[in-house]
């Protein structure tokens, strides 16, 4: 069974997802304060974490990126806050999702089980051993979930790394926003696509020499983007 802890200062909207996603079949744990669910993630197993931003004596921005320091499971994190901004932030420290409250716990639920799936087919028994992808000086180990660049490591959260190997896979093929939302996040993109674009950015500091420049992810303006091979 699938465990998810939810760290939330709100405790009916934390005990409503509960009961969502034990009715679903998930086990959950709740904590409100900041620093002792950070620590919960850091020392217990878990297969997800939903991560509310304001938080009392922690942010989330913080433990977001404290966790993703350590750990690589999916992380979607909830906030009452609207700006791009913030879900820009938290997208870029490594959150696989931002959710605006409020939201419907059904919608909820439906993201939890969408990430859960992807990651647990990406870490699972059936990806071949030594599956690797060689372009001009990047390697990607598919079966280690590794990339290096010029033998040096570079160190990629779980989107970024499904990201960057769906068009290294897929290359000289053009693919929108919305397409790519689709494919990575398995959910439909509902015109939320920052998303993607944070990603991009991300993998970009990460692999290319100029990101004004790039030489392995090409802007297509007004499409979208491709791997140049």
């Given at each position: 069974?699938d465990?998810?802890?939810i760290?939330?200062d709100e405790?009916a ?9 034990e ?6 744990d ?16 878990y ?9 009392p ?8 990126k ?6 690589n ?7 009452a ?11 870029g420290l490594?959150?696989?999702?931002y ?11 439906a993201?939890?089980?969408?990430h859960?799936?992807?990651y647990?087919?990406l870490?699972?028994?059936?990806v071949?051993?030594?599956?690797i992808?060689?372009i001009?000086?990047l390697?990607?180990d598919?079966?280690?979930r590794?990339?290096?660049l010029h033998?040096?490591e ?5 989107k970024?790394?499904?990201l960057l ?5 897929n290359?000289?093929?053009?693919y ?8 990575i996040?398995?959910?439909?993109s509902?015109g ?19 990101t ?9 303006w007004g ?7």
């Amino acid at each position: 069974m699938d465990k998810i802890l939810i760290v939330e200062d709100e405790l009916a909207i934390a005990e409503l997802e509960k009961d969502y996603l034990e009715l679903s079949g998930f086990e959950v744990d709740i904590e409100t304060n900041g620093s002792i669910g950070l620590k919960k993630a850091l020392h217990e197993e878990y297969n997800l974490i939903i991560l509310d931003l304001m938080l009392p004596d922690m942010d989330g921005f913080d433990i977001c990126k404290k966790i993703r320091n350590e750990k690589n499971i999916p992380i979607i994190m909830v906030s009452a806050k609207k700006d791009d901004i913030d879900k820009i932030r938290g997208l870029g420290l490594g959150a696989d999702d931002y959710m605006t409250k409020p939201f419907s716990p059904s919608e909820l639920v439906a993201r939890v089980k969408a990430h859960l799936a992807r990651y647990e087919r990406l870490v699972g028994s059936g990806v071949k051993e030594n599956d690797i992808i060689e372009i001009r000086g990047l390697k990607i180990d598919k079966t280690a979930r590794r990339v290096f660049l010029h033998d040096e490591e570079k160190i990629f959260t779980t989107k970024e790394f499904d990201l960057l190997c769906f068009l290294a896979e897929n290359p000289n093929h053009v693919y929108s926003k919305d397409e790519l939302f689709r494919e990575i996040w398995d959910m439909e993109s509902i015109g939320d696509i920052a998303t993607v674009t944070v990603h991009i950015k991300k993998i970009r500091e990460k692999i290319e020499y100029n990101t004004s420049k790039p030489q392995y992810i090409e802007t297509i303006w007004g499409v979208g983007y491709r791997f140049k091979v």
